[in-house]
């Protein structure tokens, strides 16, 4: 999402490197360098503005410590400007110790809002939280059944209003079951519109009144950019939201709505939608997103994203295996599912600090093909052959490339690449470290 952005301001920083210090002559150019990159992603005008300003006013007032270089200290501002602009303090949600916490989604048609209902279901489940779903949209062909779908997709119950029931009616039933059920999160999926018209609004400040939502919340298409920006204060108005999720932010959006949202609206960003499955959904934290916009990487979130894959004990035996060198095709296997469930190949590699700043490292949709189709060669192999990969013959390889759906060179070049992975740990274990370098130079040849 940010890549062209982490690249134009990586550029503008550049510039400043060899100088001796910051000074109101040689900061120009960057700073018209951030301000262009900012407008290209689509910030709003008035949110660059007071941004430069701050980064200008900084730079400029302040001595630059000894530790840092000019274009280190640049960035160091840069990215204490941008946390202030994405919106500083708690942005996480707030529910009350018993009962249900009512969250209410809101937004126009085709903001994702039914698809983050389900994202933001499989959140709550995934810490304990009892969830329950609402169906509120009543015009929409299909949609309760939509919603259903995505129950049954997260696991969670979708409550079932009983025939006529207009949605006022069915959000107060729903609640009155959800206490009766002990349920911990209700989630409010009410009907959207193609624009902002009058009889939404008074629905909505009627739904508003008869359950008092403690979490009222506008899914914002990250794609539509700064058009967003003004249906968000239209409904915040009326409905006095809470916060903004942005949904479909691994799409074509430029960042230009995550930047413009608190400034704009005032209202912090909840959570960000960075995929099509339901485990894509991230907690809007400042810092971190700051620092990917600028290349810094987000180590935290991706030790995160790891430590919800990789059991421990797992992990352990798996650290034991590969000290006495008994690592197997199975363990491979195990491997790339772990890394796979941690989100897109891309995602990954945009959270490693530094990797915005390298040219030419781009993850292609032909790499996570490639994932996919290794995958699938190794899932089309037997317990036996994973473990003993010497069993392998060649009528086996075509089994298992037929199996894949892949030529017979692709099975036959996996093995050769895991049986050199072998070689370099038994190099490892031994200490011979010139061997294994050894090793690694006939991989490339």
């Known amino acids: 999402m940010f890549e062209r952005l982490t690249e134009r301001i ?3 920083v550049k510039g400043l490197r060899g100088q001796g210090r910051i000074t109101e002559s040689n900061i ?50 840069l990215n204490e400007e941008m946390i202030r602009v994405l919106g500083e303090g708690d942005s996480r949600l707030k529910f009350p110790p018993y009962g249900p916490g009512i969250v209410l989604l809101t937004g126009l048609q085709g903001s ?39 129950g049954r997709a997260v696991g969670v119950p979708v409550y079932e209003p009983e025939s006529g029931d207009k949605p006022v009616a069915i959000c107060q039933k ?6 009766k059920k002990g349920i911990r999160r209700l989630i409010v999926d009410t009907a959207g519109r193609l624009t ?32 967003a920006m003004a249906t968000v204060k239209s409904f915040h108005e009326v409905v006095t939201l809470t916060g903004v999720i942005l949904s479909k932010a691994d799409g074509d959006a430029r960042g230009g709505a995550i930047l413009s949202v608190k400034a704009v609206t005032g209202l912090p960003v909840k959570f960000v939608g960075v ?30 994203k790891a430590q919800e894959v990789v059991d421990e004990r797992e992990a352990a035996e798996m650290a034991e295996r590969l000290r006495r060198s008994e690592f197997t095709l199975e363990d491979f296997r195990s491997q790339l599912k772990s890394m796979r469930k941690m989100g897109p190949l891309q995602q990954i590699v945009g959270m490693l600090p530094g990797m915005g700043a ?88």
Not at 47 to 53: H, I, M, Q, R, T
Not at 119 to 142: N, S, T
């Open 10 to 12: 990586q550029d503008a």
């Open 28 to 77: 120009q150019d960057s700073l018209r360098a951030v301000r262009m990159a900012l407008l290209e992603a689509d910030v709003h005008v008035s949110v660059v503005k007071d941004f430069l300003e701050g980064v200008k006013t900084r730079a400029l007032g302040q001595e630059v410590l000894r530790s840092l270089s000019p274009d280190q200290h640049f960035i160091k501002i």
């Open 112 to 150: 994702g809002k039914t698809t983050t209902a389900g994202k933001l279901a499989r959140y709550f489940a995934k810490d304990g939280h009892p969830v329950m779903l609402v169906p509120a949209d009543v015009y929409r062909p299909a949609a309760r059944q939509q919603l259903e779908t995505v």
């Open 174 to 179: 729903a609640l009155d079951e959800a206490r």
């Open 196 to 227: 902002v018209d009058l009889a939404l609004m008074e629905e909505l400040e009627q739904i508003v009144r008869a359950v008092k939502p403690h979490e009222s919340l506008y899914v914002a298409d990250a794609m539509t950019g700064q058009t």
């Open 275 to 304: 995929g099509e499955k339901y485990d894509a959904l991230e907690p809007f934290l400042p810092d971190r997103m700051a620092s990917r916009i600028l290349g810094m990487g987000d180590m935290l979130g991706l030790i995160e």
């Open 358 to 445: 390298l040219k030419g490292v781009e993850v292609t949709a032909q790499d996570e093909k490639r994932l996919a189709r290794t995958e699938a060669i190794l899932n089309s192999m037997t317990p036996q052959e994973r473990d003993h990969y010497q069993v392998i013959d060649g009528s086996r390889r075509k089994r298992i490339a037929r199996g894949s759906g892949v030529a017979v060179s692709e099975v036959n070049q996996l093995l050769k690449q895991y049986l050199t992975m072998r070689k370099m740990m038994q190099q490892l274990k031994r200490g011979g470290l010139k061997n294994m370098m050894r090793t690694m130079g006939a991989m490339k040849r």
